[in-house]
């Protein structure tokens, strides 16, 4: 069975911490892995990974893939209240446009 | 980036009544677009692909004569919850990828149904 399983599922830090949220996967026919950042309504994108070991940065934020293990890991370094919210990943997979499945997310709370 | 407008953001129904779901691709052309279901402090689960010109396909254990999805546009798809139940109440959001290429996901601002 195809899943995508993150950990750990909710996160208490303070402001200035630096997290790592993980996220494993067993899928058929992998095609990319995405990380989004969910508030209080939609999910807005934060990065598409294709390829392993390339790091893909944005301001405090990164990630990398490693496709061998089957893992990612989304950092956020210095960490601010408004970085408080789920943080979703996604597993693009299959032909065709594929098929997205989505883990249970890790909710992020980060305390003044 | 590319943009997913979902209409409306919330409802409230009365139990029995039907309600209507738009979700529109504002600059691009989408050939396909999913519709989700989250439930309170759980992620998104795919309920259906909807395919433009032709019936939609729905994940096991969706009932397609209760959400009937309709593509009748390369903009634009509806979600229609018939005959809605309390249990029906949740957060629904489309997304829809470019089918150029690129295979991010954009989502639609979601709608929040409350059936009473």
């Known amino acids: 069975e195809d899943k995508v399983v993150q950990s750990p599922l909710s996160l208490v830090v303070h402001e200035g911490d630096t997290v790592t949220l993980n996220c494993s996967y067993e899928?058929?026919?992998?095609?990319?892995l995405l990380w989004y950042k969910q508030e209080k309504k939609a999910p807005t994108f934060l990065f598409m990974l294709t390829s392993s070991g390339i790091e893909k940065k944005s301001g405090r934020l990164s990630s990398i893939l490693d496709k061998k293990e089957l893992f990612s890991i989304l950092n956020i370094t210095a960490t601010q209240t408004g970085d408080s919210a789920v943080y979703l990943c996604a597993v693009l997979y299959g032909g065709s446009q594929g098929n997205l499945i989505f883990g249970k997310g890790t909710k992020l709370s980060v305390k003044p | 980036g590319a943009v997913v407008s979902q209409h409306p953001s919330w409802v409230i129904c009365k139990s029995g009544t039907s309600v209507k779901i738009e979700c529109r691709s504002l600059d691009f052309q989408a050939t396909t677009m999913f519709w989700y279901r989250q439930f309170p402090k759980q992620s998104l689960m795919l309920m259906a692909t909807?395919?433009?010109?032709?019936?939609?396909?729905?994940e096991q254990g969706v009932e397609k004569d209760k959400f009937l999805i309709n593509h009748a546009s390369l903009t634009l798809s509806t979600l229609t919850v018939t005959s809605a139940h309390p249990e029906d109440s949740s957060f629904y959001i489309c997304?829809?990828?470019?089918?150029?290429?690129?295979?991010?996901?954009?989502f639609g601002q979601g709608t929040r149904l409350t059936v009473v």
């Open positions: 997304s829809a990828r470019d089918p150029t290429g690129f295979t991010e996901a954009f």
């Open positions: 909807s395919n433009e010109g032709s019936k939609a396909t729905y």
């Open positions: 899928v058929t026919n992998f095609r990319s």
